[in-house]
């Protein structure tokens, strides 16, 4: 039986992924991310899933010049819409597996990946691979989602309003994006892959949305987790659409809604 994917956004759907979820999920910790790099000695970075290329355009601006900055993802919707928006920036794109990297042993002093290893079949082989690329004293950084429960907007919209709608069904799929919130689970990856003095942080994070409107058509209308929904019972989508602004504002405001994120940050040096 084919696994389902809830998360999985091509064509429009990378578009609005870039458009309604980059700005409130996806900036605060790309610009997090470009402030932890430790620019001395680096001559070339790797990152992986640089999907729309949010994060990318913050670590292009904390860079030298002279380093080089190769973003990768395994969708061409998704790497063609940073593609657009870095146009002018000296920035190499490629299409690469994160399980099997067309890079030679030894090429990067520092990869990156942000919400992006959840997503791989087999995460070892990731974090493998990951090593491999790097270079003798080059540094592995990542972020992965906390867990649902931890996270109050996360918590109200796929536990809470979503998940009862398929109950008695398998609802893993819709718990991917957040499966990688153990540190344990996290130290174990890197330890496996062979990476050195392994840490994991927690790192919580203030985003500000305009309106519950808006945070429903990220999270919701415009998104994967609604046509869930909607294939579900189409019937239920709208009633369920109006149900989840409804909890927001009232858990929230209606303007200007300002939730706390959480996400942990995994380095490790090879």
Same mark, same amino acid.
């Given at each position: &039986? ?6 999985? +956004? ?15 999920? +996806? ?75 067309? +890079? ?36 592995? &950084? ?32 819709? =718990? ?18 062979? =990476? ?27 998104? &994967? ?46």
């Amino acid at each position: &039986m084919e696994k389902k994917e809830a998360f999985k +956004f091509t064509g429009r759907d990378a578009e609005y992924y870039d458009d309604l979820l980059g700005p409130i999920l +996806f900036e605060p910790y790309g610009r997090y991310l470009a402030s932890r790099i430790e620019t001395g000695n680096l001559g070339s970075v790797l990152e992986i899933a640089a999907g729309t290329g949010r994060v990318t355009r913050h670590i292009r601006k904390v860079l030298p010049p002279t380093v080089k900055l190769t973003a990768t993802d395994i969708s061409d919707d998704m790497l063609s819409i940073a593609k657009r928006a870095l146009i002018d920036e000296e920035v190499s794109f490629r299409i690469e597996d994160a399980q099997n990297l067309s +890079f030679e042993d030894n090429s990067f002093d520092l990869v990156i990946c942000q919400f992006g290893m959840m997503f791989l079949p087999d995460r070892n082989k990731g974090f493998r691979e990951i090593y491999r690329v790097l270079k003798s004293g080059g540094k592995l &950084m990542c972020f992965t989602w906390d867990d649902t429960m931890n996270m109050p907007l996360f918590k109200t919209i796929i536990n809470e309003q979503i998940i009862p709608i398929f109950s008695g069904e398998d609802t893993n799929r819709f =718990f991917v994006p957040f499966s990688m919130h153990d540190p344990a689970v996290l130290m174990n990856h890197l330890v496996n892959a062979g =990476f050195r003095s392994p840490r994991v942080e927690y790192v919580k994070l203030n985003t500000i949305a305009p309106n519950a409107e808006n945070v429903v058509n990220a999270l919701f209308r415009k998104h &994967m987790l609604g046509k869930e929904v909607a294939a579900k019972d189409p019937e239920l989508f709208e009633p369920l659409a109006s149900k989840i602004e409804k909890e927001l504002i009232t858990q929230f405001a209606d303007s200007a809604l300002e939730f706390e994120l959480s996400a942990l940050l995994t380095i490790g040096a090879k």
